[in-house]
C-alpha cells in the first residue's frame, strides 16, 4: 500500500492537469476519483462510462502513464462506475467495504461489471441464462460442463463472468479461475517452454470452478488442446464446475480433436440468440440507468431498430451520445442521435458498394485505395486486396468482372482465387477470421 493514497492521487492530477490543460482537465478528470492504490493497481471511480470513451479517443493510457511516473512502479489501472460500487456494497455489506481486499481478489479478466443483476433476460437468452444461474447455484452438480455459445456481442462473456462474480460471492471459499483461451494457449506455451507444466498443472487443477471464455480460439493449437483435454478429465472427475464459451457449437468448431468436442458435449449446451427489439431497448434502459444517462424511449426504439443484433455495438452508441450530450451540455434527443450516429448506421436504402467497401478495409489494414488497385503484390497490399474482394463478393452484387475491373482493372478469375485465398486463411487462422467478419459487420451496419 502506498503510505499516502491520497497524496499519490493528488500529485497524478497535477500532473494530468499540465498535460491536457486546466478546462479539459475539469471537464473530463476532475470527477474521476480514487477508490484504493497498492503496488499493483489503482481502481479509480469514473460517473460512467463516457468519460473513459473520451479519455481513451482524446488521451489514450494518460491516467495510467502518469501514475507510473509519479509511483515508479508498473501499476495497472482499473475503472469501476460509481453506481455499481454502491451496488455492490449494498449487496454484501460485510466484505465490500473499502478496507476490504475483497473486490481485488477476483480472478483477472473477470470483470465485476457482468454480473446476473445486470443482464437483462428475454427470450432469445432465457433458457441460457437460466443455466448459468443453476451453474452458479450448485457449481459442478447442475450442468457440467456448461457449454455456451452464440454469436459475437450477444453477452456469453457477461454471462460466463456472471456466473463468476455470484460464485464469488456466495461461496467465498471456491476458488474460480477466469480464462480467455488466448491466454489459456498463452500460459500453456509458456509453461512448455520454461518447462514450468508442474505449476501450471497445479494452477488448473487445483480450482473449483473453471470457465474459459471463446473456446474456439484454440482450434488448430494442438498442445493447447492436449493440455484442456487433461485439464478438463482432471476437474470433471472431482466434480469440478467448468463453463465454456465459444462463437459456434462444439460440432462446428473445426480443427479441434473430436475427443475433446465430445467433451463439450457431455453436460449441458446453451445458445444465445440475437435479441428481439424489446429486448435491445431494455438493455438499453438498463445501460443507461448504470451509466446515469437520461435515454427517452424514441431514442432507445431509433437505436435498437438500426443495430441489428450486436448489442456491444448498441452499448457503443449509447456511449456515443452520452458523451456528445456532456459536451454540449444538451440533453440526449431524436434529432441530435440521428446526427451522431449517422456515420454508424449504414444507410438502408443506400446499397452497398465497392468503394464503401474499399475505404473501409484499407482504413482497418492502413494502406491506401489507390494501392490496392495498383499491381503491386506485396504481402501488406496482397492481403488487404484480397479481403476487399472477397468482401466485394459477399456483400455486392457486383459481377465477379465489375469487381475485378473495380480493383484496377483485374480479371474474374484474380477475384475468384483473392476469395479462395481468404476463406482458406479464414478457416485455419481464427484472428485472420476474426478481423474479415468484424469488418464485414461494419461495413454491412
Ligand atoms: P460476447 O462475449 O458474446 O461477444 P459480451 O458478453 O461481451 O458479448 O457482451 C457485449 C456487451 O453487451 C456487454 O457490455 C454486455 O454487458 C452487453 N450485454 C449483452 N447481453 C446483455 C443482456 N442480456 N443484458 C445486459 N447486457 C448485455
Ligand atoms: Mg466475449
Excluded at 509453461?191 to 497445479?202: L, Q, T, W
Excluded at 424489446?278 to 424514441?298: F, Q
Excluded at 506485396?378 to 480493383?407: H, N, W, Y
Aim: charged share 30%; with cysteine; glycine share 4%.
Amino acid at each position: 500500500m502506498f503510505k499516502n493514497m491520497e497524496k499519490t492521487w493528488n500529485k497524478c492530477c497535477q500532473l494530468i492537469e499540465k498535460k491536457v490543460g486546466e478546462s479539459t482537465y475539469n471537464l473530463w478528470f476532475k470527477s474521476i476519483k480514487l477508490y484504493s492504490l497498492d503496488e499493483e493497481k489503482a481502481v479509480l471511480i469514473i460517473p460512467n462510462r463516457f468519460y473513459l470513451e473520451w479519455i481513451d479517443n482524446n488521451y489514450p493510457g494518460i491516467i495510467e502513464k502518469s501514475i507510473r511516473e509519479i509511483t515508479q512502479s508498473e501499476i495497472q489501472v482499473i475503472f469501476e462506475l460509481e453506481k455499481e460500487l454502491i451496488l455492490k456494497r449494498s449487496n454484501n455489506l460485510q466484505s465490500s467495504n473499502v478496507q476490504s481486499p475483497k473486490p481485488m481478489d477476483r480472478p483477472s479478466y473477470l470483470s465485476p461489471r457482468y454480473t446476473f443483476e445486470q443482464f437483462v433476460i428475454g427470450p432469445s437468452n432465457q433458457f441460457a441464462h437460466a443455466a448459468a444461474r443453476a451453474v452458479s447455484e450448485s457449481p459442478g452438480k447442475a450442468y457440467n460442463p456448461l457449454f455456451i455459445y452464440g454469436d459475437v456481442g450477444l453477452g456469453k462473456t457477461h454471462m460466463v463472468s456472471a456466473i463468476g462474480n455470484r460464485i464469488i460471492e456466495t461461496k467465498p471459499n471456491l476458488s474460480v479461475i477466469f480464462v480467455q483461451s488466448e491466454q489459456f494457449t498463452n500460459e500453456v506455451v509458456t509453461a512448455i517452454r520454461h518447462e514450468k507444466m508442474s505449476e501450471f498443472k497445479a494452477k488448473y487443477r487445483n480450482i473449483d470452478v473453471l470457465m474459459i471464455d471463446d473456446v474456439q480460439f484454440i482450434a488448430n493449437k494442438t498442445q493447447t488442446q492436449e493440455e484442456f483435454f487433461h485439464t478438463f478429465n482432471a476437474l470433471y472427475e472431482m466434480q469440478k464446475q467448468i463453463v465454456i464459451s465459444s462463437d459456434r457449437p462444439p460440432k462446428e468448431i473445426g480443427a479441434i480433436t473430436d475427443r475433446l468436442k465430445s467433451r463439450f458435449t457431455m453436460g449441458l449446451i446453451a445458445d444465445i440468440q440475437p435479441p428481439s427489439e424489446e429486448l435491445k431497448v431494455a438493455i438499453l434502459h438498463k445501460k443507461a440507468a448504470v451509466e446515469n444517462i437520461k435515454l427517452p424511449d424514441d431514442v432507445a426504439f431509433y437505436l435498437a431498430s438500426r443495430i441489428r443484433s450486436n448489442i456491444r455495438e448498441l452499448e457503443g452508441c449509447l456511449i456515443k451520445l452520452a458523451a456528445h450530450s456532456t459536451l454540449i451540455g444538451s440533453p440526449i434527443n431524436l434529432d441530435m442521435s440521428k446526427q451522431i450516429l449517422k456515420d454508424v448506421f449504414y444507410d438502408d436504402d443506400k446499397p452497398i458498394t465497392i468503394d464503401f467497401i474499399q475505404k473501409k478495409v484499407c482504413e482497418v489494414f492502413g494502406v491506401k485505395i489507390q494501392d490496392i488497385k495498383a499491381k503491386k503484390r506485396t504481402k501488406e497490399l496482397t492481403v488487404p486486396r484480397q479481403v476487399a474482394m472477397f468482401l466485394s463478393k459477399r456483400l455486392t452484387d457486383c459481377s465477379l468482372s465489375d469487381i475485378g475491373k473495380a480493383f484496377g482493372g483485374k480479371d474474374h478469375a484474380t477475384v475468384i482465387y483473392a476469395c479462395k485465398k481468404v476463406e482458406e486463411r479464414a478457416e485455419g487462422d481464427e484472428s485472420f477470421n476474426r478481423i474479415v467478419e468484424q469488418l464485414s459487420d461494419k461495413i454491412k451496419y
